[in-house]
């Protein structure tokens, strides 16, 4: 079922991508609102992302096989993402190609929901679009699909709601905000993407240069204090063979620049490579599921 389902999503989202901002986002960031008044971050996780996905595991157990499977391929559409952050690099990469830099900057700092740096050269907006890529790309796509291989639509829901609180609540800069409110949900998405994160490290590792991917991600990863994001870019700058450098890491405001990776700083060029290293890194998942399936049928 995890094999077939996914791969229908993935085919939907190549065919219809999701409106996810009307249909996924809106409601959620309506019920976060709602659940932020309670004053109490604790027990609004809880009721929102171990509610939600109690409520998917329930409805997939109660149906039968049939359904169960159509239910399955409904809560993966909605919470995996391929496409979902991927317009913002090809936008980026098109606005880069047409010497448009600043619409580039621009596009960079709405994806980022960071402010946008007018200094930026091309070379430097097309590695932080790199370093963007590599993270969206598990959080919108490795991620769910870890979580759904392992618990079904109700670890899809669990990984998908927990990823919208982080961002919702963990980067609250809300004066207003009660002190501390957003730790929690900070401390249990890392927990819960803490095994994901690595497993895609790994597909990356896979899918480009294995040794450097590697020595980067155990030599150079631990200096980033996002150690999730920094395992991921880590890993994908040694497949890549690239270095790349990120002044504004989470968690690094103030810092000095932190590079990782080998080889040559990246630049435009390497801005093609990355979406091919995505699409291996997909097709040896896919691979992996399908090894997986057969192996588990043949042992029955």
Same mark, same amino acid.
């Given at each position: 079922m995890?094999?077939?389902?996914?791969i229908?999503v993935l085919?939907l989202?190549?065919l219809?991508?999701l409106?996810?901002?009307?249909?996924?986002?809106?409601?959620l960031?309506?019920l *976060?609102a709602?659940? !932020?008044? @309670?004053?109490n %971050? /604790?027990?609004g996780?809880? #009721?929102l992302?171990?509610g939600?996905?109690? +409520?998917?595991?329930?409805?997939a157990?109660?149906?039968?096989?049939?359904?169960?499977?159509?239910?399955?391929?409904?809560?993966?559409?909605?919470?995996?993402?391929?496409r979902?952050e991927?317009?913002y690099f090809?936008?980026?990469?098109?606005?880069?190609?047409?010497?448009?830099?600043?619409v580039?900057r621009e596009?960079?700092?709405?994806?980022?929901n960071?402010?946008?740096?007018?200094e930026?050269? *091309?070379?430097?907006? !097309?590695r @932080?679009?790199? %370093? /963007?890529?590599?993270?969206? #790309?598990h959080?919108?796509?490795?991620?769910? +699909?870890f979580?759904?291989a392992?618990?079904g639509?109700?670890?899809?829901?669990?990984?998908?709601l927990?990823r919208?609180?982080?961002?919702e609540?963990g980067a609250?800069r809300?004066?207003?905000?009660?002190g501390?409110?957003?730790?929690?949900?900070r401390?249990?998405?890392?927990?819960?993407?803490?095994l994901?994160?690595?497993?895609?490290?790994?597909?990356?590792a896979?899918?480009?240069?294995?040794?450097?991917?590697?020595?980067c991600?155990?030599?150079?990863s631990v200096m980033?204090?996002?150690?999730?994001?920094a395992?991921l870019?880590?890993?994908?700058?040694?497949?890549?063979?690239?270095?790349l450098?990120q002044s504004?890491?989470?968690?690094?405001?103030?810092?000095?620049?932190?590079?990782?990776?080998?080889?040559?700083?990246?630049?435009?060029?390497?801005?093609?490579?990355t979406?091919?290293?995505v699409w291996r890194?997909?097709i040896?998942?896919?691979?992996?599921?399908?090894l997986?399936?057969?192996?588990?049928?043949?042992?029955?």
């Amino acid at each position: 079922m995890t094999l077939f389902s996914l791969i229908v999503v993935l085919l939907l989202e190549q065919l219809r991508p999701l409106p996810v901002e009307r249909f996924v986002l809106a409601p959620l960031r309506g019920l *976060a609102a709602a659940l !932020a008044k @309670q004053r109490n %971050e /604790q027990l609004g996780w809880v #009721a929102l992302v171990v509610g939600g996905a109690a +409520v998917c595991g329930f409805i997939a157990w109660l149906l039968p096989w049939l359904l169960s499977v159509v239910f399955a391929i409904v809560v993966l559409y909605l919470t995996l993402g391929f496409r979902h952050e991927s317009h913002y690099f090809t936008d980026i990469h098109l606005a880069l190609r047409t010497q448009e830099l600043g619409v580039a900057r621009e596009l960079l700092a709405r994806w980022r929901n960071a402010p946008r740096r007018d200094e930026a050269d *091309a070379d430097e907006v !097309a590695r @932080q679009a790199i %370093e /963007q890529a590599m993270v969206s #790309a598990h959080r919108c796509v490795f991620g769910v +699909v870890f979580w759904f291989a392992v618990l079904g639509p109700c670890g899809a829901a669990l990984y998908r709601l927990s990823r919208f609180l982080y961002d919702e609540w963990g980067a609250r800069r809300d004066e207003e905000a009660p002190g501390g409110f957003g730790k929690f949900s900070r401390q249990a998405f890392v927990a819960i993407d803490w095994l994901p994160s690595r497993m895609t490290a790994i597909l990356f590792a896979i899918s480009g240069n294995f040794e450097d991917a590697v020595f980067c991600w155990r030599a150079q990863s631990v200096m980033w204090p996002d150690r999730g994001a920094a395992v991921l870019v880590s890993a994908g700058a040694g497949a890549l063979g690239v270095k790349l450098e990120q002044s504004n890491a989470p968690g690094t405001e103030g810092s000095e620049n932190l590079e990782v990776g080998v080889g040559e700083k990246a630049g435009v060029d390497d801005m093609q490579a990355t979406v091919g290293l995505v699409w291996r890194a997909l097709i040896v998942c896919l691979a992996v599921l399908a090894l997986t399936t057969i192996a588990v049928v043949l042992g029955k």
